[in-house]
Nanobody
C-alpha cells in the first residue's frame, strides 16, 4: 500500500506558475509509474501527464504540452509538476495517481490516488 499527498496548489493570475508535489508514504515511489489528472467543476476527470518509474518516459496531454513539466525524485519519494504560463482553463483540482508494476502504455487503471490540490487561475 502507498499513500499519496498532493501539495503546492493555490491561486494565480493567467501567465503565472505553480509547482505541485506528490509525495508518497508507506512504500517507496520507485516501483510506480505516476500520473497527474485534473477535474474542473462540471467536467470529467482529465489526464494531464504520466511519468515512468525512473523518469525515462513522459506522456503529456496536448492541452499542457510545452507549458507543464513532470519530473520525479525517487530518493525523496516525490513527483513534481511544474506548471508555467497557466491559463484559466487550467483551473481544476489536480490529483496524482500511482500505477504499481507498470509495464505498458497507456495505463488503463491506476492503483492509488491522492486527495487532490486546488489550482485556480484567474484572468
Amino acid at each position: 500500500q502507498v499513500q499519496l499527498v498532493e501539495s503546492g496548489g493555490g491561486s494565480v493570475q493567467a501567465g503565472g506558475s505553480l509547482r505541485l508535489s506528490c509525495t508518497a508514504s508507506g512504500r517507496t515511489l520507485s516501483s510506480y509509474g505516476v500520473g497527474w489528472f485534473r477535474q474542473a467543476p462540471g467536467k470529467e476527470r482529465e489526464f494531464v501527464v504520466h511519468i515512468s518509474r525512473y523518469g525515462g518516459t513522459t506522456n503529456y496531454a496536448d492541452s499542457v504540452k510545452g507549458r507543464f513539466t513532470i519530473s520525479r525524485d525517487n530518493a525523496k519519494n516525490t513527483v513534481y509538476l511544474q506548471m508555467d504560463n497557466l491559463k484559466p482553463e487550467d483551473t481544476a483540482i489536480y490529483y496524482c495517481a500511482a500505477k504499481e508494476f507498470p509495464s505498458s502504455w497507456p495505463v488503463r487503471e491506476y492503483d492509488y490516488w491522492g486527495q487532490g490540490t486546488q489550482v485556480t487561475v484567474s484572468s
